[in-house]
């Protein structure tokens, strides 16, 4: 069954670039684009940016030390305010991040509208020239000459027809884990360097006479503080792309940190005093939609370092699957390798970029290149490719940039 609608949709405004999602990917993106003297929108459904840095209560900042520009920016303005460090060198405040992350967008002159959803692409064909997204003033229309994608999800390019992959064709049973992030606060002075929590809990879901979710939780201290973030709620066989599973994923990921958080105190004298803040108000997930793009990052070119001339990532962490049937992770080494721009740019399309974990890749590279320094940083030359395009009039695919510039060693 369909109903029909008439709308009339009030044009926003006309821009050289609409950048879909506030996360690592899409502030990397926007500030590019705004330094580059773009004018550009940028849109984002939460009220903060960071995406899952910020509302997801993300933490650590992985895949950051072997990178310049805006991630290397970051931590800096972070480590001068105290507070970055902390577990594995690298946790960090997310109200800190916020707003860093807001100063820098502002300095780049980028318009930023929160509490905004996209809704729908407009395109002619194969190119896409505007979206329609939703806010408290209504429906609106706005016009760009190339739309960057970075929901995560692929949103914007799926709503296009971009073709995609999920799961193991298409089974979304297969996608990694979801966890709901939850943060505990009065962490005993003696763990607030982090700790791999998986014996105390065991201990304690023993003692509660329960199984235990996942076997690899961390509690990972935000700096100079007393509270920090646990990593540990895993809800399985959900799909990505379903309002009523990521509902169900989210009720069940509740249950499970009520209980975990019950279990310790009660359980484990070192934990009796720990207090219980929130989650997250996002649910974080680690895989849905692959975007297919001009080049498709394989398994291979992880293990052997793959080098590209259009390169606007360079990735050293290693993959990381959250996978079922060991209720834990899989992990393994990549050799250095770079990520292409062709895998931003949906196969066939026109005006249209994606950034972030939907990028065009397998899920085993897709669960190495997903960590945030390396979304910040192919936003950011996705950014930078998209300006010298625009500026020049040239097809994205045909302009060159000397990776020396990008991504220096
Ligand atoms: C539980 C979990 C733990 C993780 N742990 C780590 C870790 O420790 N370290 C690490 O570096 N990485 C970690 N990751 C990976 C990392 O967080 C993500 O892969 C990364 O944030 C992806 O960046 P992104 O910019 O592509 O998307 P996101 O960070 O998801 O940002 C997407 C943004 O788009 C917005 N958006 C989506 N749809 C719309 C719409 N329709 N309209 C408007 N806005 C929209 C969202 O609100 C969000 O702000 C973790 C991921 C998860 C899920």
């Not at 806010?135 to 995560?152: H, L, Q, S, Y």
């Amino acid at each position: 069954m369909f109903i029909q609608e008439r709308l009339e949709t009030p044009i926003r405004g006309e821009y050289d670039a609409i950048v879909v999602g506030a996360g690592p990917a899409g502030c990397g993106a926007a500030i590019a684009l705004g330094r580059a003297g773009m004018k550009t929108l940028l849109i984002e459904k939460f009220n903060c940016l960071g995406g899952a840095w910020t509302t997801g209560f993300m933490n650590p900042f992985f895949d950051y030390n072997n990178k310049s520009g805006i991630v290397n920016e970051l931590v800096t303005a972070l480590k001068e305010r105290g507070q970055f460090g902390g577990f594995w060198d690298r946790s960090f405040n997310y109200e800190y991040m916020k707003h860093i992350l807001e100063q820098k967008m502002t300095e780049a002159g980028v318009e930023v509208l929160y509490n905004t959803t996209f809704s729908r692409t407009l395109a002619e064909g194969n190119r896409v020239y505007g979206i329609v997204a939703e806010n408290i003033g209504g429906r609106f229309a706005a016009m760009a000459k190339t739309v960057v994608d970075c929901t995560g999800d692929g949103n914007v390019a799926a709503a296009a027809g971009c073709p995609f992959e999920l799961g193991v064709d298409g089974d979304y049973r297969e996608c990694q884990a979801m966890t709901l992030m939850f943060l505990v606060g009065n962490i005993p002075e003696a763990y607030r360097d982090g700790l791999m929590l998986f014996e105390k809990l065991n201990a304690a879901y023993n003692k509660a006479g329960k199984e235990i979710p996942f076997r690899v939780p961390y509690l990972i201290p935000v700096p100079n503080s007393h509270f920090g973030v646990v990593q540990f709620t895993h809800m399985y066989e959900h799909d990505p792309l379903d309002a009523q599973a990521l509902t169900r994923a989210t009720m069940e990921g509740r249950q499970q940190l009520i209980d975990a958080f019950e279990f310790l105190t009660r359980y484990d004298p070192d934990f009796k005093d720990l207090e219980l803040i929130t989650s997250s108000s996002v649910l974080g997930v680690r895989e849905s939609r692959r975007i297919i793009g001009e080049y498709y990052l394989t398994e291979e070119d992880i293990l052997s370092g793959a080098r590209f001339e259009d390169a606007v990532a360079h990735v050293t962490f290693g993959a990381d699957l959250h996978t079922k049937s060991n209720k834990g992770q899989h992990c393994f080494k990549v050799q250095p390798y770079h990520i292409p721009l062709r895998a931003l740019v949906p196969k066939g399309y026109k005006g249209i970029l994606v950034a972030g974990r939907c990028i065009s890749g397998s899920r085993e590279a897709m669960a190495s290149y997903r960590v945030t320094g390396n979304c910040a940083q192919m936003g950011e030359n996705a950014g930078r490719y998209l300006a010298e395009s625009i500026r020049t009039g040239t097809d994205i695919l045909e302009v060159k940039l000397p990776t020396e510039l990008l991504l220096p060693q």
